[in-house]
């Protein structure tokens, strides 16, 4: 059984330009968190994704922006990358409209280094 | 969304029982609380999760109050690979859309 696979699981990037990271959620799950992780810290609330549609989000400006594919996979954009962007992006994936007893699954992570 | 205080870090040796207690004391009535535990550079992983009383799986127990304003999380017996970030989360799970929320978290170190 497959779980939350994030892609790539390194990148580094230069001020000013774009990313897109990947989360294919688990199977059966249908909706998909993305997170945010400086070094030391807790993750930090990005958005969540349900049915093709931003339904909760963070804090966090509108340079963060995402999609979701009718098979739940989902993809991260961030433009106009600051240093302070550097951290490590995880991506959850979740049973949305029914109760997650067994929480979220996580992948591994996208560890951006923005140079 | 709930507020949680948990220890920054704690030790412990190896073979011994450790606790570690998170307050909420503004815990809604429908919340649940979870706790997830991190390696580094890996994503969060759902340990074990409650509403009241006590709650034991194969990994942790779960101890919580009548009054619901903390809970414990016990694990028995740590070997250094339970060294590891440890999260107490609170939140809202009937279905719909769970917007979980983390911490600092306690770090606990195994010592051999």
């Known amino acids: 059984d497959a779980g939350v696979t994030q892609s790539p699981t390194h990148l580094i990037k230069t001020r000013g330009q774009q990313v897109t990271l990947r989360c294919s959620p688990k199977?059966?799950?249908?909706?998909v968190s993305w997170y945010q992780q400086a070094l030391g810290q807790g993750p930090q609330f990005i958005f969540q994704?349900?049915?093709?549609?931003?339904?909760q989000r963070g804090n966090f400006p509108d340079r963060f922006s995402g999609h979701q594919f009718p098979n739940y996979s989902s993809e991260l954009n961030v433009n106009a990358l600051l240093l302070g962007d550097s951290a490590l992006y995880l991506c959850?994936?979740?049973?949305?409209?029914?109760?997650?007893?067994?929480?979220?699954?996580f992948g591994s992570g996208t560890r951006l280094t923005v140079v | 969304l709930a507020k949680t205080t948990q220890p920054i870090s704690m030790d412990s040796y190896e073979g011994q029982e450790v606790n570690i207690t998170c307050s909420h004391n503004?815990?809604?009535?429908?919340?649940?609380i979870t706790w997830y535990q991190q390696f580094p550079s890996q994503g969060p992983r759902f340990i074990i999760q409650?509403?009241?009383t006590k709650v034991t799986n194969e990994v942790a127990s779960l101890f919580i109050p009548a009054d619901r304003k903390s809970s414990t999380l016990s694990l028995p017996r740590v070997s250094l690979s339970d060294t590891a970030v440890y999260y107490c989360?609170?939140?809202?799970?009937?279905?719909?859309?769970?917007?979980?929320?983390f911490g600092i978290g306690t770090k606990l170190q195994v010592i051999p």
């Open positions: 959850a994936s979740s049973t949305g409209q029914q109760p997650s007893y067994y929480g979220y699954t």
């Open positions: 199977s059966g799950h249908d909706t």
């Open positions: 994704y349900y049915e093709e549609e931003e339904r």
């Open positions: 503004n815990i809604a009535t429908n919340d649940y």
């Open positions: 409650g509403y009241k």
């Open positions: 989360l609170v939140g809202a799970n009937s279905g719909g859309y769970q917007k979980v929320t």
